[in-house]
Protein backbone atom coordinates (compact mmCIF):
# COMPACT_ATOMS: atom_id res chain seq x y z
CA UNK A 1 0.00 0.00 0.00
CA UNK A 2 1.60 3.69 -0.97
CA UNK A 3 0.54 6.20 1.45
CA UNK A 4 0.99 9.88 -0.26
CA UNK A 5 1.06 12.88 1.74
CA UNK A 6 0.92 16.57 0.47
CA UNK A 7 2.65 19.36 2.70
CA UNK A 8 3.08 22.75 2.27
CA UNK A 9 6.78 23.21 2.99
CA UNK A 10 8.72 25.82 1.72
CA UNK A 11 12.27 26.43 1.90
CA UNK A 12 14.34 29.87 1.17
CA UNK A 13 17.68 27.58 0.75
CA UNK A 14 16.58 25.75 -2.47
CA UNK A 15 17.06 27.85 -5.50
CA UNK A 16 12.84 28.37 -6.89
CA UNK A 17 14.28 28.77 -10.83
CA UNK A 18 15.99 24.92 -10.15
CA UNK A 19 12.22 23.78 -8.58
CA UNK A 20 10.45 25.35 -11.56
CA UNK A 21 12.82 24.13 -14.21
CA UNK A 22 12.20 20.78 -13.44
CA UNK A 23 8.51 20.71 -12.96
CA UNK A 24 8.31 22.41 -16.86
CA UNK A 25 10.86 20.53 -18.62
CA UNK A 26 9.97 17.19 -17.41
CA UNK A 27 10.92 16.01 -21.29
CA UNK A 28 13.99 17.25 -21.48
CA UNK A 29 14.97 16.10 -18.03
CA UNK A 30 13.44 12.68 -19.11
CA UNK A 31 15.30 12.61 -22.42
CA UNK A 32 18.51 12.67 -20.28
CA UNK A 33 17.72 10.29 -18.70
CA UNK A 34 16.42 7.89 -21.30
CA UNK A 35 20.01 8.82 -23.71
CA UNK A 36 22.08 8.34 -20.27
CA UNK A 37 23.76 11.69 -20.84
CA UNK A 38 23.87 11.73 -17.42
CA UNK A 39 25.46 8.22 -16.55
CA UNK A 40 22.39 7.23 -14.38
CA UNK A 41 22.65 3.74 -15.39
CA UNK A 42 26.62 3.12 -14.24
CA UNK A 43 25.60 5.37 -10.87
CA UNK A 44 22.45 3.62 -10.01
CA UNK A 45 23.83 0.33 -10.59
CA UNK A 46 27.05 1.62 -8.00
CA UNK A 47 24.03 2.53 -5.57
CA UNK A 48 22.85 -1.44 -6.17
CA UNK A 49 25.90 -2.48 -5.33
CA UNK A 50 26.45 -0.92 -2.38
CA UNK A 51 23.09 -1.62 -0.79
CA UNK A 52 23.28 -5.12 -1.53
CA UNK A 53 27.41 -5.22 -0.16
CA UNK A 54 26.59 -3.51 2.92
CA UNK A 55 23.40 -3.68 3.95
CA UNK A 56 22.71 -7.61 4.90
CA UNK A 57 19.35 -6.98 6.74
CA UNK A 58 15.78 -5.76 6.00
CA UNK A 59 16.28 -1.49 5.59
CA UNK A 60 14.77 1.85 5.05
CA UNK A 61 15.34 3.92 2.34
CA UNK A 62 14.79 7.41 2.08
CA UNK A 63 14.98 8.49 -1.89
CA UNK A 64 15.24 12.95 -1.89
CA UNK A 65 13.74 14.64 -4.82
CA UNK A 66 12.86 11.44 -5.93
CA UNK A 67 11.09 12.77 -9.41
CA UNK A 68 9.42 9.97 -11.08
CA UNK A 69 11.34 7.00 -8.51
CA UNK A 70 12.08 4.67 -11.99
CA UNK A 71 15.74 4.28 -11.42
CA UNK A 72 15.90 4.02 -7.58
CA UNK A 73 13.19 1.69 -7.75
CA UNK A 74 14.91 -0.24 -10.23
CA UNK A 75 17.72 -0.32 -8.43
CA UNK A 76 16.08 -1.98 -5.63
CA UNK A 77 15.54 -4.50 -7.33
CA UNK A 78 17.10 -7.85 -5.56
CA UNK A 79 18.09 -6.09 -2.09
CA UNK A 80 16.88 -5.86 1.09
CA UNK A 81 14.62 -3.10 1.40
CA UNK A 82 11.41 -2.85 3.76
CA UNK A 83 10.36 0.80 3.77
CA UNK A 84 10.52 3.19 1.30
CA UNK A 85 10.25 7.19 1.43
CA UNK A 86 10.04 8.88 -1.48
CA UNK A 87 10.40 12.96 -1.41
CA UNK A 88 9.64 15.46 -3.90
CA UNK A 89 8.42 18.87 -4.46
CA UNK A 90 6.41 18.26 -7.79
CA UNK A 91 2.75 16.15 -7.65
CA UNK A 92 3.16 15.13 -11.51
CA UNK A 93 6.71 13.32 -10.39
CA UNK A 94 5.20 11.96 -7.59
CA UNK A 95 2.16 10.73 -9.31
CA UNK A 96 4.29 8.72 -11.49
CA UNK A 97 6.31 7.49 -9.05
CA UNK A 98 3.25 5.91 -7.65
CA UNK A 99 3.30 3.76 -11.14
CA UNK A 100 7.06 2.99 -10.13
CA UNK A 101 6.54 1.64 -6.43
CA UNK A 102 3.86 -0.58 -7.40
CA UNK A 103 6.73 -3.14 -8.21
CA UNK A 104 8.21 -3.27 -4.37
CA UNK A 105 7.14 -5.63 -1.85
CA UNK A 106 7.63 -3.00 1.45
CA UNK A 107 5.86 -0.44 2.94
CA UNK A 108 5.82 2.92 0.73
CA UNK A 109 5.46 6.78 1.45
CA UNK A 110 5.43 9.38 -0.95
CA UNK A 111 5.54 12.84 0.18
CA UNK A 112 4.54 15.81 -1.31
CA UNK A 113 7.46 18.07 0.40
CA UNK A 114 11.14 19.89 -0.08
CA UNK A 115 14.02 18.03 0.11
CA UNK A 116 15.72 20.55 2.44
CA UNK A 117 13.18 20.40 4.78
CA UNK A 118 12.76 16.31 4.87
CA UNK A 119 13.44 16.07 8.73
CA UNK A 120 9.68 17.83 9.31
CA UNK A 121 8.28 15.19 7.25
CA UNK A 122 10.13 12.47 8.96
CA UNK A 123 8.71 10.30 11.25
CA UNK A 124 11.99 7.81 12.84
CA UNK A 125 15.68 7.63 11.65
CA UNK A 126 16.09 5.64 8.25
CA UNK A 127 19.23 3.50 7.41
CA UNK A 128 20.29 4.83 3.92
CA UNK A 129 19.94 8.43 2.52
CA UNK A 130 19.60 9.17 -1.33
CA UNK A 131 20.03 12.22 -3.42
CA UNK A 132 21.19 12.47 -7.00
CA UNK A 133 21.37 15.79 -8.82
CA UNK A 134 19.51 18.10 -6.59
CA UNK A 135 21.79 18.77 -3.86
CA UNK A 136 23.96 20.85 -5.79
CA UNK A 137 21.25 23.34 -6.12
CA UNK A 138 22.13 24.88 -2.58
CA UNK A 139 25.32 26.59 -1.73
CA UNK A 140 28.21 25.61 0.15
CA UNK A 141 27.08 26.44 3.59
CA UNK A 142 23.36 24.80 3.29
CA UNK A 143 25.18 21.77 1.72
CA UNK A 144 27.17 21.57 4.78
CA UNK A 145 23.76 22.03 7.31
CA UNK A 146 22.17 19.83 4.80
CA UNK A 147 24.62 16.99 5.22
CA UNK A 148 24.52 17.58 8.86
CA UNK A 149 20.60 17.60 9.12
CA UNK A 150 21.05 13.81 6.70
CA UNK A 151 23.85 12.27 9.71
CA UNK A 152 21.13 12.98 12.17
CA UNK A 153 18.26 11.22 10.29
CA UNK A 154 20.32 8.00 10.13
CA UNK A 155 20.58 5.35 12.31
CA UNK A 156 23.64 4.28 13.77
CA UNK A 157 26.14 2.79 10.74
CA UNK A 158 23.36 4.23 8.16
CA UNK A 159 24.52 5.43 4.44
CA UNK A 160 24.40 8.77 2.91
CA UNK A 161 24.89 8.49 -0.60
CA UNK A 162 24.70 11.30 -3.52
CA UNK A 163 25.15 11.41 -6.98
CA UNK A 164 26.23 15.21 -7.76
CA UNK A 165 28.29 17.68 -9.68
CA UNK A 166 32.11 17.84 -9.28
CA UNK A 167 33.95 20.36 -10.54
CA UNK A 168 38.17 19.78 -10.82
CA UNK A 169 40.00 20.81 -7.96
CA UNK A 170 41.34 24.02 -9.78
CA UNK A 171 37.82 25.20 -11.35
CA UNK A 172 35.46 27.64 -9.93
CA UNK A 173 31.73 27.67 -11.16
CA UNK A 174 31.96 29.19 -14.29
CA UNK A 175 34.88 27.14 -15.67
CA UNK A 176 32.51 24.20 -14.92
CA UNK A 177 30.01 25.74 -16.97
CA UNK A 178 32.59 26.16 -19.61
CA UNK A 179 33.59 22.52 -19.55
CA UNK A 180 30.40 21.36 -19.43
CA UNK A 181 29.48 23.32 -22.41
CA UNK A 182 32.42 21.92 -23.96
CA UNK A 183 31.88 18.34 -23.36
CA UNK A 184 28.21 17.83 -23.65
CA UNK A 185 27.31 20.07 -26.33
CA UNK A 186 28.95 16.89 -28.90
CA UNK A 187 27.52 14.57 -27.54
CA UNK A 188 24.06 15.11 -26.23
CA UNK A 189 22.64 14.91 -30.18
CA UNK A 190 19.00 13.94 -29.31
CA UNK A 191 18.21 17.52 -27.60
CA UNK A 192 17.12 20.08 -30.06
CA UNK A 193 18.88 23.77 -29.69
CA UNK A 194 16.09 24.59 -27.48
CA UNK A 195 16.26 22.13 -25.29
CA UNK A 196 20.20 22.07 -25.33
CA UNK A 197 19.78 26.41 -24.64
CA UNK A 198 17.49 25.46 -21.64
CA UNK A 199 19.79 22.81 -20.15
CA UNK A 200 23.16 25.79 -20.85
CA UNK A 201 20.71 28.56 -18.71
CA UNK A 202 19.41 25.92 -15.91
CA UNK A 203 23.74 25.11 -15.36
CA UNK A 204 24.58 28.48 -15.65
CA UNK A 205 22.03 29.42 -12.93
CA UNK A 206 21.58 26.66 -11.08
CA UNK A 207 24.31 24.40 -10.56
CA UNK A 208 26.81 24.99 -7.75
CA UNK A 209 29.28 22.17 -8.41
CA UNK A 210 32.18 20.64 -5.67
CA UNK A 211 35.35 19.55 -5.73
CA UNK A 212 36.01 16.20 -4.67
CA UNK A 213 38.18 17.33 -1.87
CA UNK A 214 35.27 19.69 -0.96
CA UNK A 215 32.53 17.35 -1.34
CA UNK A 216 34.65 14.51 1.42
CA UNK A 217 35.35 17.78 3.68
CA UNK A 218 31.79 18.26 3.96
CA UNK A 219 31.11 15.00 4.87
CA UNK A 220 33.54 15.10 7.65
CA UNK A 221 32.67 17.79 9.01
CA UNK A 222 29.04 16.75 9.52
CA UNK A 223 30.48 14.08 11.29
CA UNK A 224 30.63 11.01 9.08
CA UNK A 225 32.81 8.47 10.16
CA UNK A 226 33.67 7.73 6.16
CA UNK A 227 33.28 9.54 2.97
CA UNK A 228 34.49 7.99 -0.26
CA UNK A 229 33.97 9.25 -3.96
CA UNK A 230 32.77 5.61 -5.01
CA UNK A 231 32.42 6.55 -8.92
CA UNK A 232 33.54 9.06 -11.48
CA UNK A 233 31.67 9.18 -14.75
CA UNK A 234 33.40 9.30 -17.77
CA UNK A 235 33.14 12.78 -18.57
CA UNK A 236 34.24 13.71 -15.50
CA UNK A 237 31.60 15.82 -14.47
CA UNK A 238 29.72 14.00 -11.60
CA UNK A 239 30.40 11.74 -9.02
CA UNK A 240 28.50 9.71 -6.22
CA UNK A 241 29.64 9.55 -2.50
CA UNK A 242 29.52 7.29 -0.09
CA UNK A 243 28.90 8.30 3.50
CA UNK A 244 28.47 6.42 6.45
CA UNK A 245 28.03 7.27 10.23
Sequence with gaps: MVRFHHHQLKSELLDENAVKTFQTQWNIYRKLVDNNYLSHREAYGILHSILNDKINRPFSIMDLACGDAHNTIECLRGTKVNHY????????????????????????ELEEADFVNFEEVLDQPVDVIWIGL???????????????????????GGLFLIYEPTGLEDE???????????????????????????????????????TVSTWVKLGREAGF?????????????????????
Design 85 to 108: IGIDLSEAALKLAEQAVDSLSCTV
Design 134 to 156: SLHHLSVTDKARFMAKARNALNN
Design 172 to 210: DRLGYVKRFEQINEKLWTALTPVEWNAIIKHVSNCDIPE
Design 225 to 245: IHCQEMFHDPTGLYSLFLYQK
